[in-house]
Nanobody, 123 residues
Framework: VQLQACGGGLVQAGSSLRLSCAAS????????MGWFRQAPGKEREFVAG????????LYADSVQGRFTVSRDNAQNMVYLQMNSLKPEDTAVYSC?????????????????WGQGTLVTVSS
């Protein structure tokens, strides 16, 4: 699976952004998909995940209620809708394709990674 994320940018606090992740490869529809982010000087962290069929989603506590992950298996796309953005959401966001749903939050269980897209939220 090859992944390419886009949609980042510079926005003000309280704004919204929608990140997109385009996937290629037949394994996409069998893959748990995750969004992760890495802020300067910090470890990469889990943001949101969605099961292969889209019926299950999981969010980090810090984004619960503000971010929504979705996917379109027919189009090989995964999305991250980010609302009410805060300066602490500033990071490079990456999409990843993994395996079992039970490992959705575990970075090392994701086999394929896209390049990141930078989100900067100003106060």
């Amino acid at each position: 699976v090859q992944l390419q994320a886009c949609g980042g940018g510079l926005v003000q606090a309280g704004s919204s952004l929608r990140l997109s992740c385009a996937a290629s490869g037949r394994a996409f529809s069998d893959s748990t998909m995750g969004w992760f982010r890495q802020a300067p000087g910090k470890e990469r962290e889990f943001v949101a995940g969605i099961s292969d069929d889209g019926t299950l989603t999981l969010y980090a506590d810090s984004v619960q209620g503000r971010f929504t992950v979705s996917r379109d298996n027919a189009q090989n796309m995964v999305y991250l809708q980010m609302n009410s953005l805060k300066p602490e959401d500033t990071a490079v966001y990456s999409c990843a394709a993994g395996g079992l749903w039970r490992w959705v939050k575990i970075t090392r269980k994701y086999r394929y990674w896209g390049q990141g897209t930078l989100v900067t939220v100003s106060s």
